[in-house]
């Protein structure tokens, strides 16, 4: 009994300096065949030891990297490699789909002039954009690009000035957005120094004329509108150009029924870096307005 002892515990320091991988009849030669039995179970515990041991870090491993990845995949589908925003970004259309009015095809000079005036006074909603095309009040600029499918209804008008580098008409504007490939800045309005409204899609469609990452207020391009007004420099809005943004707005608001403090100036909703529409007057475009839909303007009397 006590030999035994002495030879396991003789045979626990070999087994400890030897290599795991050391042959059992090495072994056997120097300590007698008596012992074969033991130093075969205590290599096979040590051989199951070490494979547990390597089986424990591989799971480890496995378990963390899938927790980076899990971590790396959800950053990426919500800012994209570049940081901005990918797994919510709509896909983009070279042309938005046209919506015609078949009952509207063949206007004839007195339907297409008695549009244009419900139009300037205010009472056009009934019509749609492909409608007021028709009839001439807008002219169309089709975007090439820039355009999606909303997933939101409008609630926000946002009033923008172009501020180009140079002066540059609407389809000047227009057609620098189109160069842009398929996805491109561009507002669904373009009103121009003469006091044309120029329509590139139908606000059904979004398009990007806003930063969704700056916003305020909830505003985003799915549930807003856009109309750039065109103007440079020390240049100041036309009467004619303003005249056209307030029957525009009132239009719009109308039809996707907007309310009045939901209509905004881009840098007012987005003052991180945008201050436009510059130098606009919101006290005479608000009164102007307000003339449009026959109520009268509060006025404080003379005392």
């Given at each position: 009994?006590?030999?035994?002892r002495?030879?396991?515990?003789?045979?626990s320091?070999?087994?400890?300096a030897?290599?795991?991988?050391?042959?059992?009849?090495?072994?056997?030669?120097?300590?007698?065949?008596?012992?074969?039995?033991?130093?075969?179970?205590m290599?096979?515990?040590?051989?199951?030891?070490?494979r547990?041991?390597?089986?424990?870090?591989?799971?480890?491993?496995?378990?963390?990297?899938?927790?980076?990845?899990?971590?790396s995949l959800?950053?990426?589908?919500?800012?994209?490699?570049?940081?901005?925003?990918?797994?919510?970004?709509?896909?983009?259309?070279?042309?938005a789909?046209?919506?015609p009015?078949?009952?509207?095809?063949?206007?004839?000079?007195?339907?297409?002039?008695?549009?244009?005036?419900?139009?300037?006074?205010?009472?056009?909603?009934?019509y749609?954009?492909?409608?007021?095309?028709?009839?001439?009040?807008?002219?169309?600029?089709?975007?090439?690009?820039?355009?999606?499918?909303r997933?939101?209804?409008?609630?926000?008008?946002?009033?923008?000035?172009?501020?180009?580098?140079?002066?540059?008409?609407a389809?000047?504007?227009?057609?620098?957005?189109?160069?842009?490939?398929?996805?491109?800045?561009?507002?669904?309005?373009?009103?121009?120094?003469?006091?044309?409204?120029?329509?590139?899609?139908?606000?059904?469609?979004?398009?990007?004329h806003?930063?969704?990452?700056?916003?305020?207020?909830?505003?985003?391009?799915?549930?807003?509108?856009?109309?750039?007004?065109?103007?440079?420099?020390?240049?100041?809005?036309?009467?004619?150009?303003?005249?056209?943004?307030?029957?525009?707005?009132?239009?719009?608001?109308?039809?996707?029924?907007?309310?009045?403090?939901?209509?905004?100036?881009?840098?007012?909703?987005?003052?991180?870096?945008?201050?436009?529409?510059?130098?606009?007057?919101w006290?005479?475009?608000?009164?102007?307005?307000?003339?449009?839909?026959r109520?009268?303007?509060?006025?404080?009397?003379?005392?």
């Amino acid at each position: 009994m006590l030999f035994n002892r002495s030879v396991i515990a003789a045979l626990s320091l070999i087994t400890i300096a030897a290599s795991a991988m050391t042959p059992a009849h090495a072994i056997v030669g120097r300590l007698g065949s008596h012992s074969i039995g033991a130093i075969r179970r205590m290599q096979q515990s040590s051989l199951r030891l070490s494979r547990t041991h390597r089986h424990s870090q591989r799971t480890a491993r496995k378990n963390h990297g899938t927790g980076l990845r899990l971590v790396s995949l959800k950053h990426k589908r919500k800012h994209g490699k570049s940081g901005k925003i990918s797994i919510h970004s709509p896909s983009y259309l070279w042309n938005a789909p046209s919506q015609p009015d078949d009952d509207d095809s063949f206007l004839d000079e007195e339907s297409r002039a008695a549009i244009s005036q419900q139009f300037r006074n205010g009472n056009s909603e009934a019509y749609s954009p492909s409608s007021l095309i028709q009839s001439g009040v807008f002219a169309y600029c089709p975007l090439h690009g820039g355009v999606f499918q909303r997933r939101n209804s409008v609630k926000n008008i946002i009033l923008h000035s172009t501020e180009t580098a140079r002066e540059a008409d609407a389809q000047r504007v227009i057609t620098s957005w189109n160069n842009k490939g398929l996805r491109h800045a561009g507002a669904q309005f373009v009103v121009d120094r003469d006091g044309t409204i120029y329509c590139t899609a139908d606000p059904q469609y979004g398009t990007t004329h806003v930063d969704n990452r700056r916003t305020r207020q909830g505003v985003n391009n799915d549930n807003s509108i856009g109309i750039e007004i065109v103007r440079t420099g020390s240049q100041e809005y036309s009467q004619a150009q303003l005249a056209s943004v307030v029957c525009l707005v009132r239009y719009l608001q109308d039809r996707f029924k907007v309310t009045d403090n939901h209509i905004f100036g881009h840098g007012q909703i987005q003052p991180s870096d945008r201050s436009d529409p510059v130098n606009f007057d919101w006290q005479s475009f608000k009164a102007d307005k307000q003339i449009l839909t026959r109520t009268p303007v509060a006025t404080k009397l003379d005392e």
